[in-house]
T-cell receptor, first 110, second 115 residues
């Protein structure tokens, strides 16, 4: 079945690293994504990883994928107050469907 | 390009009323989707379409109908609104080709309240 789970809340201090975790159940997904949503706005694509990759780095963002455990993480280095938002992981299928997790609210304290 | 547009931005309905949420995109995208966002539930897929004339159900399709007669438009119909349909609705689109297929564009959302 299709299910994506995330922890609901993470609080960090400015300058620290943030790690947001996600688990998924369906191994037939093709790509895994991280989206960011700021208050009152739609979703913005941050980065994505192909399901046969282990890691992807994009400036302050590092995505790690453990296919055996179906675990995806997003690490944000040097977290800033502007990074405060809700972060969603999502998995896509060849059919075109995109299934989202519940979202993790990241709070960055000065 | 206007991107993905949604109308209306806000709507209040009484239980049992019907309405259509409009979604349009001008990027010639094949894939279009409707999601609802509820607190603590994330985004849940209602219906999606991989091209004109083709639609399929997502995770929570009950109470909603869609059609895709053109590439540009993907309206979502509520036939008989219920309070459980109070939510923020997002429409999204993406291309099915090349590297751009990873970029899903979201509309600004429609905030619907059913009393």
């Amino acid at each position: 079945g299709e299910d994506v789970e995330q922890s609901l809340f993470l609080s960090v201090r400015e300058g620290d690293s943030s790690v947001i975790n996600c688990t998924y159940t369906d191994s037939s997904s093709t790509y895994l994504y991280w989206y960011k949503q700021e208050p009152g706005a739609g979703l913005q694509l941050l980065t994505y990883i192909f399901s046969n990759m282990d890691m992807k780095q994009d400036q302050r963002l590092t995505v790690l994928l453990n296919k055996k455990d179906k675990h995806l993480s997003l690490r944000i280095a040097d977290t800033q107050t502007g990074d405060s938002a809700i972060y969603f992981c999502a998995e896509s299928y060849n059919t075109g469907k995109l299934i989202f997790g519940q979202g993790t609210t990241l709070q960055v304290k000065p | 390009n206007a991107g993905v547009t949604q109308t209306p931005k806000f709507q209040v309905l009484k239980t049992g009323q019907s309405m259509t949420l409009q979604c349009a995109q001008d990027m010639n995208h094949e894939y279009m989707s409707w999601y609802r966002q509820d607190p603590g539930m994330g985004l849940r897929l209602i219906h999606y379409s991989v091209g004109a004339g083709i639609t399929d159900q997502g995770e929570v399709p009950n109470g909603y109908n869609v059609s895709r007669s053109t590439t540009e438009d993907f309206p979502l119909r509520l036939l008989s609104a219920a309070p459980s349909q109070t939510s923020v609705y997002f429409c999204a689109s993406r291309t099915g080709r090349g590297g751009g297929r990873h970029e899903q564009y979201f509309g600004p959302g429609t905030r619907l309240t059913v009393t």
